[in-house]
């Protein structure tokens, strides 16, 4: 990084997981698509959290050659499982997980869950205790449907809400290592009143 000013600065480091895929005719690469999967930020001084990052000066002229940032990935976890509704224990197929500090609710990061793949993952997470929160909660009709011809990509989904969850009380989690099958109950939302839903960023 060169042309900053003086001042006292931290450094923020994306860890970003997406999902790519390729279309082909014939071999050959015909289009590319990627999407987003999960992410988690970590800042100076080897930290997930903002609070907690080690600031650096700078004056002017100086060059700092030697500002590392590690992160420890045999101390990230994989944190797994699925929505269920409360009464029936059956999966839930979209809604939003937050993994969120205990301490202050502040959120680490978050993952979705849709009809493509079933339940939550959050692929990496730093030991420590958290709570699981629940929001935008619904079970979709997932349809593939076909585009003109010659249009790519050849298809396009179209998801139809059946019915809407809200979801409970904030689940504690204390994590030590990679973590299974996690249960997270929602409850159905009567007909006729509507769920709330999170605003998204």
Request: hydrophobic share 30%; aromatic share 6%; charged share 20%.
């Given at each position: 990084?060169?042309?900053?000013?003086?001042?006292?600065?931290?450094?923020?480091?994306?860890?970003?997981?997406?999902?790519?895929?390729?279309?082909?005719?014939?071999?050959?690469?015909?289009?590319?698509?990627?999407?987003?999967?999960?992410?988690?930020?970590?800042?100076?001084?080897?930290?997930?959290?903002?609070?907690?990052?080690?600031?650096?000066?700078?004056?002017d002229g100086e060059?700092?050659?030697?500002?590392?940032?590690?992160?420890?990935?045999?101390?990230?976890?994989?944190?797994?499982?699925?929505?269920?509704?409360?009464?029936?224990?059956?999966?839930?197929?979209?809604?939003?997980?937050?993994?969120?500090?205990?301490?202050?609710?502040?959120?680490?990061?978050?993952?979705?869950?849709?009809?493509?793949?079933?339940?939550?993952?959050?692929?990496?997470?730093?030991?420590?205790?958290?709570?699981?929160k629940v929001t935008?909660?619904?079970?979709?009709?997932?349809?593939?449907?076909?585009?003109?011809?010659?249009?790519?990509?050849?298809?396009?989904?179209?998801?139809?809400?059946?019915?809407?969850?809200?979801?409970?009380?904030?689940?504690?989690?204390?994590?030590?290592?990679?973590?299974?099958?996690?249960?997270?109950?929602v409850t159905l939302?009567?007909?006729?009143?509507?769920?709330?839903?999170?605003?998204?960023?």
């Amino acid at each position: 990084m060169t042309g900053l000013v003086s001042g006292e600065y931290i450094l923020k480091v994306g860890l970003n997981v997406t999902e790519g895929i390729t279309n082909s005719v014939l071999g050959q690469a015909s289009s590319w698509y990627s999407s987003y999967r999960y992410a988690l930020d970590y800042y100076s001084g080897d930290t997930p959290r903002q609070r907690d990052a080690k600031p650096f000066k700078l004056e002017d002229g100086e060059d700092l050659p030697s500002q590392n940032l590690t992160i420890p990935i045999t101390k990230l976890h994989s944190v797994a499982g699925d929505l269920v509704e409360e009464k029936t224990g059956r999966a839930i197929n979209k809604g939003t997980v937050s993994l969120q500090y205990a301490d202050d609710n502040s959120e680490l990061t978050k993952a979705e869950v849709t009809p493509d793949e079933s339940g939550f993952h959050f692929t990496f997470v730093p030991e420590g205790e958290y709570v699981l929160k629940v929001t935008a909660a619904s079970d979709v009709k997932h349809e593939e449907i076909a585009n003109p011809p010659g249009t790519m990509p050849p298809t396009h989904t179209k998801d139809t809400t059946l019915r809407t969850y809200t979801g409970g009380d904030p689940q504690p989690l204390i994590v030590h290592g990679d973590m299974e099958g996690i249960n997270l109950p929602v409850t159905l939302v009567p007909a006729g009143v509507k769920a709330a839903i999170a605003p998204q960023d």
